[in-house]
């Protein structure tokens, strides 16, 4: 088996055959065998998920969406909302290598990326240099506070998240695939964080928020968590299986309708001097980027494909449409002053940028 083969290389094969299109796209010929499948799939890694982890239902997905689509999460909330448990479970669900760094001013780009030694052979006694892999070479990164770190080291990781490649010393090292980072961010009220930079807040598909738990499930949590025994949770998915999966996402269909919706919401959060929405000229320097329009569609067909179909809608494009803009809007001195939050722009976008289907309700 090659490394691009899994349990859906044959639903690949049969799509490539039938030359799925909007026009002959059904699910006697490509559909319902493969939407089974996934739908089964999707159900058995949400059971073995809820064995370790209690709620974030809506966290969980959109982590799940970002690996499908071959991009990144940068995950926001207080210390001890269970960030890592998730990542870690997710990464044993999946039997791929996992990493963990935790970033601290002190960190430096070396410690995350690698380096090279000098070394001498034993027995020729020639001194050669080799290169010491960081722990970046994995499936899995897991970030950890990345914004305790300086700047220099939070850059470090830029070229890897969207190359997934390293260069180190004049040569460049490809990183296995999947390669998928998980960064973990603390408020940025809190003491001693550094504002991660736009280039790299630009490389993360979501930003999203982990908030505290629901009553009911924090009354789980306490059952749970304070008696003894540990959870094992059953690997659902191979290395292969996921790349398969990937692939899959960029053959799920979108009508034209549904890709200008999805380039709208991005432009329209630019602002200019005719700019239809007052708020945007009000309140935003800076709108999302072309990568953000990328982003939103690329979710909304993984988003499409978890929930059991192989044709995005508008509604898969407003159900990430937070997440993918809500880092990518900056605002000016008028809606900070106002204490205006990029949520509320994004709300407003989405209330007043035409749906396709008419769903504009907020």
Known sequence: MSSHESLWSADLALIAKEGVSEENFSEEKAGKVILSKIRKFYERLRAEISKVIVGQDEVIDLILIAMLSKGHVLLEGVPGLGKTLIFKTLSRLMSLSFQHVQFTPDLMPSDILGTEILESDPTTGERRLRF??????????????????SPKTQAALLQAMQDREVSIGG????????????????????????????????????????????YDDEMEIARRYTRGGSTEVQSVMTRDDMLGLQAMVRAVL???????????????????????????????QTGAGPRATLNLILAAKARALLKGRFCAASDDIRA??????????????????????????????LAQVPDPRGKNKF
């Open 320 to 349: 990430v449409a937070s997440s993918v803009l809500r880092h990518r809007i900056k605002l000016n001195f008028t809606a900070q002053a106002e204490d205006v939050r990029p949520q509320e722009v994004i709300r407003r976008l």
């Open 132 to 149: 010491l892999k960081g722990p970046v070479f994995c499936h899995f990164l897991l970030a950890d506070e990345i914004n305790r770190t």
């Open 254 to 284: 979108i009508s034209e309708p549904v890709l200008k919706y999805a380039v709208d919401l991005a432009v329209s959060s630019r602002p200019r001097p005719d700019h239809p929405f007052d708020f945007i000229t009000s309140w935003v």
């Open 171 to 214: 040569k460049t090292h490809t990183l296995e695939q999947p390669f998928f980072v998980l960064a973990t961010q603390n408020p940025m009220d809190q003491e001693g964080v550094y504002p991660l930079p736009e280039a790299q807040l630009d490389r993360f598909m979501f930003n999203v928020f982990i908030d505290y738990p629901a």
